[in-house]
């Protein structure tokens, strides 16, 4: 089976062709804000972008005869989670504005769709978009009736790693009860109950720990105060929670080596301080969810780009060890996860779900 897996994020996109389970061609793509800067509305860059994901394949002398095309999920509305066939009820929504958020990943159902569309047979695909929602009802209650709490986080890799671990350890996901942390430029925290995230942060825009570059659950009293203190518009605050926040605010960076750097080299107690408060937060915020769990948990999972320091795994490990096994998965393969998710529903092993 060939699959092409697109991953479209804000300064580039990525591609990977998979024959089976191997990857035979991987890419990076870069787009500088010159490239960018011509277009009004991330959807404008749909054409853009998958002609330089065509132009990558024939630069590699790969030829279009692929049997799925399987794009990065968007901010669409909340879904349970699994493999969906793209349909013109998704494409539609991801245009009509329902996406949460106007973000690079909306495109890659859009371009992965085009591109199959082209290709006799082909069939294309999103697996586990950010937007998974699989609360249970207590979740989704805040303590006012004007907002309930919805789940933005990394489900895609989370739920990969979660059925990796389950085959390394010879069972099923759908037989585990794990509590996962993905570290990344932002962080979620979910509680995996039997193959189902019961709770989950909304980690783009506003829950759950800072990060190096998210603010994090912020006292809401505070932040009204601020939205009417006329010293920022909406948009400058709105980058006050996701971009300039956590680490970034605090530091001037959200390069987590340069700052461990600060504090073993030129013994930064600021950053020392900083950095620790995070972790503080995100073991608290893994806690929470054994709360959720009953106590019952099999494994605590680590992963993202931030699970390969161990300044921040070694103290994550002395406050929370208590609680379960933790097992570090660093960095992720959203490539592969995106790959074998499309593999398996063409090998009958997973049955592709209706966007309605």
Same mark, same amino acid.
């Given at each position: 089976?060939?699959i =092409?897996?697109? $991953?479209?994020?804000?300064t580039?996109?990525?591609?990977a062709?998979f024959?089976?389970?191997?990857?035979?061609?991987?890419?990076? /793509?870069?787009?500088?804000?010159?490239?960018?800067?011509?277009?009004?509305?991330?959807?404008?860059?749909?054409? %853009?972008?998958?002609?330089?994901?065509?132009?990558?394949?024939?630069?590699?002398?790969?030829?279009?005869? %692929?049997?799925?095309?399987?794009?990065?999920? +968007?901010?669409?509305?909340?879904?349970?989670?699994?493999?969906?066939?793209?349909?013109?009820?998704?494409?539609?929504?991801?245009?009509? +504005?329902?996406?949460?958020h106007?973000?690079?990943c909306?495109?890659?159902?859009?371009?992965? *769709?085009?591109?199959?569309?082209?290709?006799?047979?082909?069939?294309? %695909?999103?697996?586990?978009?950010?937007?998974?929602?699989?609360? $249970?009802?207590?979740?989704?209650?805040?303590?006012?009736?004007?907002? $309930?709490? &919805?789940?933005?986080? #990394?489900?895609?890799?989370?739920?990969? !790693?979660?059925?990796?671990?389950?085959?390394?350890?010879?069972?099923?996901?759908?037989d585990?009860n794990?509590?996962?942390?993905?570290?990344?430029?932002? /962080?979620?925290?979910?509680? *995996?109950?039997?193959?189902?995230?019961?709770?989950?942060?909304?980690?783009?825009?506003?829950?759950?720990?800072?990060?190096?570059?998210?603010?994090?659950?912020?006292?809401?009293?505070?932040?009204?105060?601020?939205?009417?203190? +006329?010293?920022?518009?909406?948009?400058?605050?709105?980058?006050?929670?996701?971009?300039?926040?956590?680490?970034?605010?605090?530091?001037?960076?959200?390069?987590?080596?340069?700052?461990?750097?600060?504090?073993?080299?030129?013994?930064?107690? #600021?950053?020392?301080?900083?950095?620790?408060?995070?972790?503080?937060?995100v073991?608290? $915020? /893994?806690?929470?969810?054994?709360?959720? =769990?009953?106590?019952? &948990?099999?494994?605590?999972?680590?992963?993202?780009?931030?699970?390969?320091?161990?300044? !921040?795994?070694?103290?994550?490990?002395?406050?929370?060890?208590?609680?379960?096994?933790?097992?570090?998965?660093?960095?992720?393969?959203?490539?592969?996860a995106?790959?074998?998710?499309?593999?398996?529903?063409?090998?009958?092993?997973?049955?592709?779900?209706?966007?309605?």
């Amino acid at each position: 089976m060939k699959i =092409l897996v697109i $991953n479209p994020g804000s300064t580039s996109t990525k591609m990977a062709v998979f024959e089976d389970e191997t990857s035979v061609l991987v890419r990076n /793509i870069v787009h500088t804000p010159d490239d960018l800067l011509r277009f009004d509305d991330v959807i404008e860059q749909q054409d %853009f972008r998958k002609q330089l994901v065509i132009d990558e394949l024939q630069k590699a002398d790969l030829p279009l005869d %692929f049997d799925a095309v399987i794009g990065r999920g +968007g901010l669409v509305k909340p879904l349970e989670g699994g493999v969906y066939e793209i349909n013109d009820l998704m494409i539609q929504d991801t245009h009509s +504005g329902i996406a949460l958020h106007n973000h690079a990943c909306n495109l890659g159902c859009l371009i992965a *769709h085009e591109i199959a569309s082209e290709i006799p047979g082909c069939r294309s %695909f999103i697996a586990d978009p950010g937007v998974v929602d699989e609360l $249970n009802d207590y979740a989704r209650i805040s303590g006012s009736p004007l907002m $309930n709490r &919805i789940c933005i986080w #990394h489900a895609l890799n989370q739920r990969a !790693i979660a059925r990796r671990y389950a085959a390394e350890i010879g069972r099923e996901y759908e037989d585990l009860n794990l509590i996962i942390c993905h570290m990344g430029g932002g /962080i979620s925290v979910a509680a *995996h109950e039997k193959g189902r995230a019961v709770d989950a942060n909304n980690a783009l825009d506003g829950e759950g720990p800072f990060s190096p570059e998210r603010a994090g659950s912020l006292p809401a009293a505070d932040l009204i105060r601020l939205c009417f203190s +006329g010293k920022y518009n909406e948009k400058q605050l709105l980058k006050r929670i996701a971009g300039k926040a956590g680490l970034n605010a605090h530091l001037g960076t959200n390069d987590v080596k340069e700052i461990i750097r600060r504090i073993e080299d030129y013994g930064d107690e #600021h950053a020392r301080l900083i950095l620790d408060a995070m972790i503080y937060h995100v073991a608290k $915020n /893994i806690a929470s969810e054994s709360a959720v =769990l009953c106590g019952s &948990i099999d494994a605590i999972l680590l992963t993202g780009g931030l699970a390969r320091s161990e300044y !921040i795994v070694s103290r994550l490990r002395k406050r929370i060890g208590f609680l379960a096994p933790i097992r570090c998965f660093p960095g992720e393969d959203e490539m592969e996860a995106l790959a074998l998710n499309a593999l398996a529903v063409l090998r009958g092993k997973r049955k592709a779900k209706v966007y309605e």
